[in-house]
């Protein structure tokens, strides 16, 4: 029995080799760096003082209800919207972190168009504003002719072409239908996993991040309450937000 | 390989009172290479709160519980998720996975996430799938679909797909055969001689006297009993 278990199952470290990915443990700067990310629309809070590390290869999930700030986060993130406060520093190729938000305007033009991209809520808001070779005439006449699920899925695949090493995503699966959230989860986690992609997703489908988002980070009223490994906090909630958060979902 | 030391934990209920629940007092024990142990004690005595802690999914609040040379009570998530993906396989109860996904590629990819090229990493899930009856018409299907026995096979594949030096089995032999119970502890054997440290909660009794080295029994640090 031992002996055939030897051809069975291969010693981890004769063909398995340890801590060989380059994805985790072994980088040593990350790829964002969030620092005291803070953003006011007048007296009210948008965010306030959000910090974190993004390595290489991790999937982050932001979790809130509606008006938790999750999207004004993304945003000032993401390089459109900018913060009141703090840094937001990107791994570049040359020159390594670089603030972003202090960066030279043509530098910081550079980034969607190269190594970050956006996935939006609605896919034709993708496709429009960054004039996919798509007729427009296709997407304003016959908005029928494409699915939203296809529609995304297109969003999803332009967005990649060139070569990506950062994704945003604000709601991808928002809007979608059930059946089509599924086969749009299962392309996102092969794409993260083969071309090695990072990812920051905006959601409130707890089932969603369950399944894409290696952390989670749970926002309320503009703050962080909660971070940690997405099923820790889901399965082991510490803050009253996220407990309240959990114990709402509907089971299906 | 797995060491537990003095660990505690309790739940606070923040939106019923903040009633605190004590689960766990003192909580120790270890697992070497090639050692198969058992945790057992009656329902509700912390079993299975105790193994989600070893596999970081439950935080520890005090105390330190070490896998190969990651402390789950400090380590930041990418520590976690790097030791989840090489060194600790988890085959819970339950089959979490992306819905319509193939069978066969819920179980490789585990493998592909540890840079196994596609093509082995499916030939290894094949085997694995074959060892445990599950008929080949089944591979293109989601396990979602499959009957409560046959997604335990499922998850039990995935776990053993990829050769993890420490394991965590939560009832592994619960709803199968006996042809099936046979395979699943055989491959906790094969697994064993290879010198995986394994922890497991075995209810079938036989199967615990025919895979487990020793037991250890949780009821010890149910907070009720030590206080």
Redesign the interface.
């Known amino acids: 029995?031992?002996v055939s278990?030897?051809e069975?199952?291969?010693?981890?470290a004769a063909e398995?080799p340890?801590?060989?990915?380059r994805e985790?443990?072994t980088a040593m700067t990350p790829l964002l760096q969030a620092a005291g990310v803070s953003k006011f629309y007048g007296q009210r809070i948008g965010c306030a003082d959000v910090s974190f590390d993004l390595?290489p290869g991790?999937v982050m999930g932001i979790v809130g209800e509606s008006g938790s700030g999750k999207s004004t986060l993304l945003n000032c993130l993401a390089g459109h919207q900018s913060p009141d406060a703090g840094a937001v520093r990107f791994d570049t190729r040359d020159r390594g972190l670089i603030d972003t938000v202090t960066m030279s305007e043509p530098e910081r033009r550079m980034l969607p168009r190269t190594d970050w991209a956006f996935v939006h809520q609605h896919a034709r808001a993708g496709l429009r504003m960054d004039r996919v070779e798509i007729a427009a005439a296709r997407i304003d006449d016959r908005p029928s002719a494409f699915s939203g699920g296809m529609q995304q899925r297109l969003q999803i695949a332009r967005n990649l072409v060139t070569g990506p090493r950062l994704i945003f995503m604000d709601e991808p699966t928002g809007g979608l239908d059930v059946?089509v959230q599924?086969?749009l989860?299962?392309l996102m986690?092969g794409l993260v996993?083969e071309m090695d992609l990072s990812a920051i997703i905006v959601t409130h489908d707890l089932a969603v991040v369950?399944?894409l988002a290696?952390?989670l980070m749970v926002m309320k009223d503009g703050h962080v309450v909660e971070t940690?490994?997405t099923?820790?906090v889901l399965?082991?909630p510490?803050?009253?937000y996220t407990?309240?958060l959990v114990?709402s979902v509907l089971q299906v | 390989m797995i060491t537990v030391e003095n660990v505690q934990k309790s739940f606070t209920l923040h939106n019923q009172g903040s009633a605190v629940i004590p689960v766990m007092v003192g909580a120790t024990l270890t697992g070497k290479p090639g050692e198969c142990v058992a945790l057992v004690g009656a329902s509700g005595a912390g079993k299975s709160t105790l193994m989600r802690m070893v596999y970081g999914n439950y935080r520890i609040a005090s105390g330190s519980i070490r896998v190969d040379r990651t402390d789950l009570a400090t380590a930041v998530p990418r520590e976690i998720l790097a030791l989840r993906r090489h060194t600790l396989g988890y085959v819970s109860q339950f089959l979490r996975v992306v819905p319509r996904v193939p069978t066969r590629d819920v179980v490789s990819e585990p493998l592909l996430a540890v840079g196994v090229d596609r093509k082995t990493a499916e030939a290894r899930a094949v085997e694995v799938l074959t060892r445990l009856n599950i008929p080949e018409r089944l591979w293109p299907r989601s396990p979602t679909t499959f009957s409560g026995g046959e997604q335990q096979r499922v998850n039990i594949a995935r776990g053993f797909a990829h050769r993890y030096p420490a394991m965590l089995l939560d009832e592994p032999t619960a709803s199968l055969d006996a042809g099936n119970r046979d395979t699943v502890l055989t491959l906790i054997e094969e697994a064993k001689a290879a010198g995986v440290a394994i922890l497991g909660i075995f209810h079938d009794a036989d199967a615990r006297a025919r895979v487990c080295d020793r037991e250890v029994d949780v009821s010890a640090f149910t907070p009720e009993r030590a206080a």
């Open positions: 029995m031992t278990s030897a069975h199952l291969p010693e981890p398995i340890l801590h060989q990915g985790e443990g390595w991790e059946s599924a086969r989860l299962d986690r996993r369950r399944l290696d952390r940690g490994l099923d820790q399965d082991d510490q803050h009253a407990q309240l114990a």
